[in-house]
Structures are given as C-alpha cells and as structure tokens.
C-alpha cells in the first residue's frame, strides 16, 4: 500500500460533501514521490461517501423519522440517550461504541484526582452524559450524531465532524463552542489536559506527532464492541485500548479493584503483571501480558516472541516469514518501514553513522534516541521528552531547548552510544564541535562541521 499524506491547510477551499469540507490526500511511492493528490470525505474511510452535496431532508421527514424512537422513551430516559438509541454500527463512517460503567467511573475518578470541573467530549456521549448526570463536572459534546440535537440544547450539544474541523450549523455554534472554551476559572491550567482513547498499537504514530502524550496502562472496554468489551473471548489479554495523556502519570492512580498497582520506580500506576525491567528501567508491557528483555534487540518483548537473526528483530515463531516481515519491520530511526535501523540509507546519508555507532552490537535503540535528540526535524516536545525520560535530573527547560539540541548533563541519552568511535563524552563532543553555546550547540552544527 503506497503512503498516503493528509495535508492540512485550509480545509474551506477544499470541496465539500454533506459531512463538510473534504480533506486533500497525497499518494507516494516508497522513495517519497508524489504519485496522484486527491480529496476524500473526512467520515466515510471505505470511499462510499459521494462528493455531491445531498439536498438535505425536509422538516417533516426529519420529525417523523425522530418519533419512532421519542415516542417510546420516558424522562428518565431522555437524560441517558445513549443507553436507549440504537448506536450507528457503520464502520466505515460513522460507528459508535460506548464506554463501560467501569471506565466511566475509572475517568471521572481521575477527573476527580487532577480537580477538572469542565470537560469537552468529542466524540465521548456517553461519557458527556455520565458527567452531566452523576457528577458536578460540566460538559459540552461535539459529536456528528445529530439525534442529540433531541436531548440537549446548544449549551451541551454540538453537531461537528471532528476530522475536518466542521460545525453543522454554522458560525453560531462554532462561537458557542469557542465560549465554553475561553469561559475558564483564573486558576486554571496554562495546558489544556487532554485525553485520548485509541489502541496501545498506535503509540509509536501518537507519540511521533503528539510527543507530549503518555500511555497509561488502563485497559479501556466498550459494551458493545464485539472484541473490545468485558469478557471478550477474543482478546485473551484484555481490552488493547488505552487511554493517552498530556497529564503526568504520577498524578494519576488507577483502580486497585480492576487489578492495578502503582511502581514506585516508573511513578505511575500499571497492571499488576506489568513488571519492571531493570534493565530498560520501566515497565514495558504494552498489551496486557507480561513482557521479557531481549538482549539483542535491548528492549523487552511479548513473550511469545523469539529473536530472528535474519531479521535482526524479535518476532513471533508461528507464522514469521523473514521475507514478509523484512517488508513490513519499522526502522525506529527514520520510522520508515522494510529496513532496520543498521541499513537504513537516511541514517548514512547524513553521515550520522559515522560519528554515533552502538557501544554494544546491534543496541540500535540507544542509537535511534540519539538520533531522534539530534534530528533538526525533531521539534523541542521531542528533544524534551527524550532528555526527561533519559535523565530525571536535567535542569533546562524547554523554551531554553527551543534552539539547541541537547544540554550536557544529558549524557545518559548517549549511554551504549560510541562518538567517533570511542565512547560518549561531553567534553571530546563540544570540542569538535568548537561550539560557544557552553553546554549546548545550536541546531545543524552536527551537519555544518
């Protein structure tokens, strides 16, 4: 499948269907060349959708379509809508699944922990509704299942395509919705906490465009997603949807009761069967399972993984083709696929293999944060992140990264890290370098010396 590209510019000059302005794609080949742009509706994935704008329905359609399921609901109903309308079960457009009373109550306890008092829910009705009816937190839904437009008013309900940024009714709820926004207490947050539910697989894509947002380990369920719900025989390690957050983990605690403990040394809650690597120094289970380290590879693995020399990666035993798999592997320097990092070309392109080698065979992982550190295309979340992660105790901050690529006490990113062949060091880097930044050099002297 070749790659595809959103581009994200100005989303009214771009046609539109009844879901709102499309967005414009871009196809590549493997060497990065544009091959054909086209525009694609944002809520229809399976190409369904037409471009055509469709004549909407008139008035009275629409209020005998909505009497076949209001007619039948009493006031206590109307407050919970979700657990009485039939959810849209497209799954190409436009399908719903609905969190569990467990994860409701699980995000409206950390809700609790980090003192939110108003929350926007995109795309979350049944969380909205939770929150309205059994907490003191205010909500506002935006959501592109106009049959709320029946249980709310504009105060806590607005019909919106999240993908394209499209309000339905125009200017008057976009200016609704920019109100509750700015409608915040003087205390509040310079940061907005965010929180996002996807599964743990798309980590590596999240964290590449959004670096600031964290996995945490609580397996989110859905009641009526026919894999991804309590007791599904189809997930034997439990739910693989997680919750991302801009909040700092420590500040989270997740259920003890739903079988969750908090690791003193990652200062974060986990699964209890989540245990600490001592040598990659966190937890390192992703899916639910316990996890095991590999020594060649330097991270840890799925258990049921085994090195392949050919690959040069961990892979499952049943069913691994080296070939198929060598197609698909992801370098975790450029993330590009079909190479691992000790071929890939943009690693020795720019002539960064020659000053940063693995102090231990094949540790390209060491190599990879380098990289990533040193990258002018790595913004400063990024360098930030990595520093954080690698070393506690650094003390610049990240308007002070906004122009460098990394302070000097940061030499445990470089740790199993060879510099021009002999081992990392500050002061051998600085000198051939000949920076005056003091503990830190400006952005493409490693490519301009």
Not at 121 to 129: D, K, N, T
Not at 144 to 150: G, L, V
Not at 373 to 392: D, H, K, Q, T
Request: glycine share 6%; hydrophobic share 30%; net charge positive.
């Amino acid at each position: 499948m070749a790659p595809i590209k959103v581009v994200l510019d100005d989303f009214s000059k771009n046609p539109s269907c009844q879901h709102g302005p499309t967005v414009l794609l871009q196809r590549t080949n493997g060497n990065g060349d544009l091959q054909d742009q086209f525009y694609a509706c944002t809520a229809s994935r399976d190409g369904k959708c037409s471009l055509e704008v469709q004549k909407p329905p008139t008035a009275e359609n629409i209020i005998s379509n909505r009497r076949t399921y209001i007619k039948s609901f009493n006031p206590v109903d109307t407050k919970e809508p979700t657990r009485h309308l039939a959810p849209l079960s497209f799954d190409g457009e436009e399908a719903q699944y609905f969190f569990t009373n467990r994860a409701l109550s699980c995000f409206e306890s950390i809700f609790t922990q980090i003192g939110i008092t108003k929350v926007l829910c995109i795309g979350a009705p049944r969380l909205h509704e939770h929150l309205l009816q059994k907490t003191s937190i205010d909500s506002l839904l935006l959501d592109i299942d106009d049959r709320f437009h029946d249980f709310y008013s504009n105060r806590h309900f607005i019909h919106y395509n999240m993908f394209n940024h499209f309000f339905f009714r125009g200017k008057c709820d976009e200016e609704m919705f920019e109100r509750y926004l700015k409608h915040v207490e003087p205390s509040s947050r310079q940061v907005l906490p965010t929180f996002w539910i996807f599964p743990y697989f798309m980590e590596t894509y999240i964290r590449q465009e959004m670096p600031s947002m964290e996995m945490a380990d609580y397996q989110v369920n859905y009641t009526n997603h026919e894999k991804y719900r309590e007791g599904s025989k189809a997930i034997k390690n439990g739910s693989p949807v997680r919750m991302f957050t801009n909040v700092p983990l420590g500040m989270i605690r997740l259920p003890t009761e739903e079988g969750y403990k908090y690791c003193q040394k990652c200062d974060k809650s986990v699964l209890k069967n989540n245990s600490h690597c001592s040598i990659c120094k966190a937890c390192t289970s992703k899916n639910g399972a316990p996890y095991k380290h590999c020594s060649k590879c330097h991270i840890c693995v799925k258990t049921n993984y085994v090195h392949c020399g050919k690959c040069g990666r961990c892979a499952q035993v049943e069913g691994h083709n080296c070939q198929q798999y060598k197609r698909m592997v992801s370098c975790r320097i450029c993330l590009g696929r079909g190479h691992v990092e000790k071929g890939c070309s943009f690693w020795k392109r720019y002539g960064i293999s020659r000053m940063f080698q693995p102090a231990k065979a094949g540790n390209y992982y060491r190599v990879a944060q380098s990289y990533l550190f040193v990258n002018p295309n790595s913004n400063v979340e990024v360098r930030g992140a990595i520093c954080e992660g690698m070393n506690a105790t650094c003390n610049l901050n990240l308007e002070t990264m906004q122009s460098i690529f990394f302070p000097q006490n940061c030499s445990e990113i470089f740790m199993d890290v060879k510099f021009l062949g002999k081992p990392y060091n500050c002061d051998d880097f600085f000198e051939r370098f000949d920076t005056e930044m003091g503990p830190c050099f400006v952005a493409n002297s490693i490519y301009s010396k």
